[in-house]
């Protein structure tokens, strides 16, 4: 087999493998906790993330802490945080007259 004949397989079979990768198991590009965020909204409240708002992340004594409000699909809100070493959101409804 030529060298031609060989890399064009091995293009081939990358780009079969990269094709059949699930969404699910892909990464995206926002951070780790957003991602983890995400995953616990859909579980705990049926809700698959439309966008994120006030994303927040630093620093509290020696511990990192996240916030950010998220909008749903169905136009629910929600306020989420989480402290390390907790492991994960804390959330809550997010109400007209407290948003």
Same mark, same amino acid.
């Given at each position: 087999?030529?060298?031609?004949?060989?890399?064009?397989? %091995?293009?081939?079979?990358?780009? /079969?493998?990269?094709?059949? $990768?699930?969404?699910?198991?892909?990464?995206?590009? #926002?951070?780790? /906790?957003?991602? #983890?965020?995400?995953?616990?909204?859909?579980?705990?409240?049926?809700?698959?993330? &439309?966008?994120?708002? &006030?994303?927040?992340?630093?620093? %509290?004594?020696?511990?990192?802490?996240?916030?950010?409000?998220?909008?749903? $699909? #169905?136009?629910?809100?929600?306020?989420?945080?989480?402290?390390?070493?907790?492991?994960?959101?804390?959330?809550?409804?997010?109400?007209?007259? $407290?948003?």
């Amino acid at each position: 087999m030529t060298n031609i004949v060989r890399s064009a397989a %091995l293009c081939a079979t990358l780009a /079969w493998s990269v094709a059949g $990768v699930s969404p699910l198991l892909a990464q995206s590009s #926002d951070p780790a /906790w957003l991602d #983890d965020l995400r995953r616990q909204l859909a579980v705990d409240e049926a809700c698959e993330v &439309n966008y994120f708002l &006030n994303m927040r992340e630093g620093r %509290l004594g020696a511990n990192t802490y996240y916030e950010a409000r998220v909008q749903c $699909v #169905d136009g629910r809100m929600f306020d989420a945080s989480r402290t390390e070493p907790e492991k994960t959101f804390m959330i809550r409804p997010c109400g007209m007259a $407290v948003c």
